[in-house]
């Protein structure tokens, strides 16, 4: 059974940081991608970051140089460490890989305030 969990979302001032985690089950963790997506209220869910398995990273342009995804393998943890967070970054943040079929997390409320 393919299990997702995050963690780590909160409400957070602009300027300030979260890390995000990721931990998943059920799958041999050390050969996925993963990636990070996000959805705000009334928008489509976007890719915010993504990691090969061999550890190759690329980023939404919105958070760009601000976000970093990194993955931690004799964990099965992927991480999302958000700096310099701005409003426009609220949103439910899941974690996202692919086995046999798409696999998302329960999501992780992320809330910046001005």
């Known amino acids: 059974q393919v299990q997702l969990v995050e963690s780590g979302g909160g409400l957070v001032q602009a300027g300030g940081s979260l890390r995000l985690s990721c931990v998943a089950s059920g799958i041999i963790f050390t050969i996925k991608d993963m990636a990070w997506y996000r959805q705000a209220p009334g928008k489509q869910r976007e890719v915010v970051a993504r990691?090969?398995?061999?550890?190759?990273?690329s980023y939404g342009a919105s958070v760009k140089g601000r976000f970093t995804i990194s993955r931690d393998n004799p964990k099965n943890t992927v991480y999302l460490q958000m700096n310099s967070l701005k409003p426009e970054d609220t949103a439910v943040y899941y974690c996202y890989t692919f086995h046999f079929i798409d696999r998302w997390g329960q999501g992780t409320q992320v809330t910046v305030s001005s």
């Open positions: 990691i090969t398995s061999g550890g190759s990273t």
